[in-house]
């Protein structure tokens, strides 16, 4: 019987290398030549003695985005245990994520850890909050993009497309025809707390497929970002001051269900190997830091642009 080999990796590094494949599984496995436009190579350190016995070298390669650029490699077909032994190579400066090859085809291969450090051209879409409202500098969606800016002023973009009012499934719906003049390699979805929202007058908990709307919107978005050969990162929710948001413009927004939009967000996107970057501590039993229990004041903004670009 034919082995299965499900997985398609696309290596770039030392995982084409045949002596590490041996030390991994055992033998060499087949591959096949591939490239991977939108990217070029940089070094990076390691340090884990492991993965230098196993490799013979101390320093890898990592990718970034730089539009214009190519990386040649190796696409490896790899059964379910040869994929499990190759994430417990990678060292933590590394996660599996989706990629799309020249050719055409979804593979899995090796990113940086921080989804924002390698990035070059952003798209940003999301709600109000996303949008910068109750601060004039554009909240900390600006500041991000004046930083980003400022490293590479050439090459470096941020659009936001945010808003506000939007639900996740409005701009799951919106933003495909939004992309192709701008190129994105980073598909960055701020989600909100829309979702959550029920009318003030409605039973406070009344089930109603929240989770379900949650992660069909969040496989559109998937699938979205993987067309276009950008890298999803999911970010949020807030923490949210429940005793200002009884009745906000008729709707209710309560703490329980803005952790059920938690924790389906932070299960779906490790199921699914996408980036998820928590927003719920930085403002966390900080009501100071909200203008109407919902949006965060010009310090709040600060507070979470400064958890998104802390190394």
């Not at 990217?39 to 390691?46: E, H």
């Not at 938690?262 to 190997?273: N, S």
Request: proline share 6%.
């Amino acid at each position: 019987m034919t082995e299965s080999r499900p997985h398609a990796l696309f290596s770039f590094g030392t995982l084409k290398e045949a002596h590490v494949q041996t030390a991994l599984f055992g033998r060499t496995v087949p591959a096949a030549p591939a490239a991977l436009a939108g990217y070029a190579t940089r070094p990076l350190k390691i340090t884990d003695p492991d993965v230098i016995a196993a490799s013979g070298l101390d320093v890898h390669l990592t990718l970034e985005c730089r539009l214009g650029s190519v990386v040649e490699g190796v696409v490896l077909r790899l059964t379910d245990a040869e994929l499990a032994a190759a994430d417990a190579y990678e060292v933590d400066d590394y996660v599996r994520r989706r990629v799309l090859l020249a050719s055409g085809e979804s593979a899995w291969a090796y990113l940086d850890a921080d989804p924002l450090r390698p990035a070059a051209r952003i798209v940003i879409a999301g709600d109000s909050i996303a949008y910068g409202r109750c601060d004039p500098r554009g909240g900390w969606a600006a500041r991000l993009a004046a930083r980003h800016i400022a490293v590479n002023e050439r090459d470096h973009r941020v659009f936001n497309l945010a808003v506000p009012g939007s639900t996740l499934a409005e701009v799951a719906e919106q933003t495909p025809a939004l992309l192709a003049a701008r190129r994105p390699d980073t598909l960055l979805i701020a989600a909100g707390i829309n979702d959550s929202a029920v009318p003030a007058s409605a039973p406070h908990e009344t089930p109603d497929g929240l989770a379900g709307r949650l992660t069909d919107s969040l496989a559109s978005l998937a699938a979205t970002a993987r067309d276009r050969g950008a890298r999803l990162v999911v970010l949020g929710p807030l923490w949210l001051d429940e005793s200002r948001t009884a009745d906000y413009e008729g709707l209710r927004f309560t703490e329980a269900r803005a952790l059920t939009l938690r924790e389906t967000l932070r299960a779906w996107c490790t199921e699914h190997h996408v980036d998820h970057i928590d927003l719920w501590a930085p403002l966390h039993s900080r009501p100071d830091l909200l203008t109407d229990g919902i949006h965060p004041s010009p310090e709040g903004h600060e507070t979470l642009y400064r958890h998104l670009t802390s190394d």
